[in-house]
Structures are given as C-alpha cells and as structure tokens.
C-alpha cells in the first residue's frame, strides 16, 4: 500500500502560539488530501479538502482562519493551527488519495497528537 | 447524503473465532465502499475497498467484506481472529468520481474490537 506520512506526531505548545503540521504522500502523488479531527473515542470529522495549487475547502464550521491549508505540491500538505487554544487540543490525521484503476484509494497518515496548554 | 451505520459500538471475540463487523450504508448510486483499522494512537490503515465488480472482495491481514445491494450492507469478516486484530474499525462510503470536495468520504462510528485469550 501507499505511505502517507505525517510530522510531527506529537507536539505540546503553548495557547496562543501557531503550531504547523506536515502531511506527504512518499510514494504517489495525491490528487487531493484531506485533513480529519478526531477526538477520543471518536469518528473522524473531515475539516477540509485540499487540491494542490487551490485554495482548501472548509467544511461548515471549521474556521478558514484558524486552521491554514497549504497545497504546496502533489505530495505535501501542511496544517497550521494559528493562535492555538486548549480547545484546540485533538488528533488530526491527515489523508491523500491516489487514483487505481478502477477508482481510487484513500491513504491515511499517522496523526499528530496536539495538545495546547 | 450519504451515510454510514456501524451498528455494533462494541464487540468481543475469543481468539481463534469468526469475526463478522457489520456496516450499512446509504447512498443514492453504486457507492464505493471501504474498510479501515485503526490501532490506538494510530492513523487509519486500508483494509479493503470495494468499487464494482465482484460483491466478495479480500483485504489485507486475511480479511474480507461482502457488497450486498439489497441490504445496503458491507460486512467484513474474518473467519480466525488473531489477538493482534484488536483495534477500533471503521467502514467508509465515497461517491465515484476521484476529484473534487464535494467527493469525501463518510465514515461510520466505528467498532471496537476486543480480543479475548
């Protein structure tokens, strides 16, 4: 299967500061990747839909300000939390898709642990 | 809308005994359909996905999922559980067609999977 990578997978800061994290697709380039927010015990909530060289799609609810997608390229995206709050404090999982041939496949991440304290 | 049912929150298996996940899902048109894992801390990881063709399909660590168009069903199962197969498992239905943010997977709750010595 695919590898998906994510960094970092954990990561501590402080309320108020910004905290980046980095999705890759090491093997195949994505035609989209999607980042998820999961609490415990939880489903994934999707956040937002990113196509490389686009602006990312937000979900209703998830504010555009607050969590900045960038697509740099068909391997890489990153999330940046922007003035994190405790609130803020989750497991995000991001995920790229790659076409297959009669369809597509869905590859996750392994997550990145956030906690602002 | 799409949806997804998982109607089992919890469930226990003895190690060696059959396995069977259930998983409903509703959608307008052929879905595609998908299984994932995840172990605790971890991201999710592809079990098997079904597009069209076949109903039975096989998976990885010797999983299977049965498509079933007049239940709306996709089941997995495992006819021998291994203690390492405990980890929470999530069913998945996406639209056809690749691209696009209106094209996103919904995922069920999820099932908790127990493994009994």
């Known amino acids: 299967g695919a590898v998906v990578s994510q960094h970092p997978s954990w990561v501590i800061c402080k309320s108020g500061t910004s905290v980046k994290i980095e999705c890759r697709s090491l093997d195949f380039q994505a035609t989209t990747m999607f980042w998820y927010r999961q609490f415990p015990k939880q489903s994934l909530m999707l956040m937002a839909t990113?196509?490389?060289?686009?602006?990312?799609?937000?979900e209703q609810g998830v504010e555009k300000d607050k969590f900045l997608i960038n697509h740099a390229s068909l391997t890489l995206s990153t999330l940046t939390v922007t003035s994190a709050h405790p609130e803020d404090s989750s497991f995000y999982i991001c995920?790229?898709?790659?076409?297959?041939?009669?369809?597509?496949?869905?590859?996750f991440g392994p997550g990145t642990r956030l906690t602002v304290t | 809308a799409q949806s997804v049912t998982q109607p089992d929150i919890h469930i226990t298996v003895s190690e060696g005994a059959s396995l069977e996940l259930r998983c409903n899902y509703s959608y307008g048109a052929t879905p595609y359909l998908f299984w994932y894992v995840q172990s605790p801390g971890q991201g999710l990881q592809l079990l098997l996905k079904?597009?069209?063709?076949?109903?039975l399909v096989q998976g990885i660590k010797g999983f299977e999922a049965e498509f079933k168009r007049s239940q709306s069903s996709f089941n997995l199962r495992k006819p021998s559980v291994h203690w390492s197969d405990a980890a929470e498992y999530f069913c998945a239905v996406g639209a056809h067609g690749i691209t696009g943010g209106g094209n996103k997977l919904t995922f069920g709750t999820g099932t908790q999977l127990k493994v009994e010595l």
């Open positions: 990113s196509n490389e060289g686009s602006k990312a799609t937000y």
């Open positions: 995920s790229a898709r790659r076409p297959s041939v009669r369809g597509y496949e869905q590859y």
């Open positions: 079904y597009f069209s063709g076949d109903t």
